[in-house]
T-cell receptor, first 114, second 111 residues
Framework: SQTIHQWPATLVQPVGSPLSLECTVE??????LYWYRQAAGRGLQLLFY??????ISSEVPQNLSASRPQDRQFILSSKKLLLSDSGFYLC?????????????FGPGTRLTVL | KQEVTQIPAALSVPEGENLVLNCSFT??????LQWFRQDPGKGLTSLLL?????REQTSGRLNASLDKSSGRSTLYIAASQPGDSATYLC??????????FGGGTRVLVKP
């Protein structure tokens, strides 16, 4: 069976510090991978998605970047965090196999920027 | 641009009552509509997926309907239980395997 991991689970960082959040998927190959952010009182916003190694699409202009160095690894980064980067970050995957293909979400990382 | 709205934002019912959660979307050109459950501080769990050609999907006490032409979906949860307390999110998928989410409905089932 497939599983998705995210770490760390929680993170408190000062403004201006760098960020690296990691997501890995087990039990599947060549998944589509997604990064979402859920800010307090708001819905999920798609930040990045990837259909393969080194292929990253950005959905919104922002202070963050994403990379996919391996097939089942997706990394979210920032060189200098802003207060507005605080939120709950969720990674998700699916097979990209068609119209009946749900997304499976990881447990999330709670980021607080002070 | 697709917009997804969920009403009400919050709902409180006594145990045993049926729950009715609404979702509306502005662009009917969708591949599917999905319902998720989110417990506080946790990730999302997929509940039901309705393809654009389908009218409804059922799983246990859950039933979701889809009226694509009017841009609406309804999630019914029969005989609610305290364990059903969570936030329920709907999302529509259009081209490109990307989901657009509603703001969610926070449900509290009182014992």
């Amino acid at each position: 069976s497939q599983t998705i991991h995210q770490w760390p689970a929680t993170l408190v960082q000062p403004v201006g510090s760098p960020l690296s959040l990691e997501c890995t998927v087990e039990g599947t190959s060549n998944p589509n991978l997604y990064w979402y952010r859920q800010a307090a009182g708001r819905g999920l916003q798609l930040l990045f998605y990837s259909v393969g190694i080194g292929q990253i699409s950005s959905e919104v202009p922002q202070n963050l970047s994403a990379s996919r160095p391996q097939d089942r690894q997706f990394i979210l980064s920032s060189k200098k965090l802003l207060l507005s980067d605080s939120g709950f970050y969720l990674c998700a995957w699916n097979k990209g196999a068609g119209r009946a293909d749900t997304q499976y979400f990881g447990p999330g990382t709670r980021l607080t920027v002070l | 641009k697709q917009e997804v709205t969920q009403i009400p934002a919050a709902l409180s019912v006594p145990e045993g009552e049926n729950l009715v959660l609404n979702c509306s979307f502005t662009d009917s050109a969708i591949y599917n509509l999905q319902w998720f459950r989110q417990d506080p501080g946790k990730g999302l769990t997929s509940l039901l997926l309705i393809q654009s050609s389908q009218r409804e999907q059922t799983s246990g006490r859950l039933n979701a309907s889809l009226d694509k032409s009017s841009g609406r979906s309804t999630l019914y949860i029969a005989a609610s239980q305290p364990g059903d307390s969570a936030t329920y999110l709907c999302a529509v998928e259009a081209a490109g395997n990307k989901l657009t989410f509603g703001g969610g409905t926070r449900v509290l089932v009182k014992p």
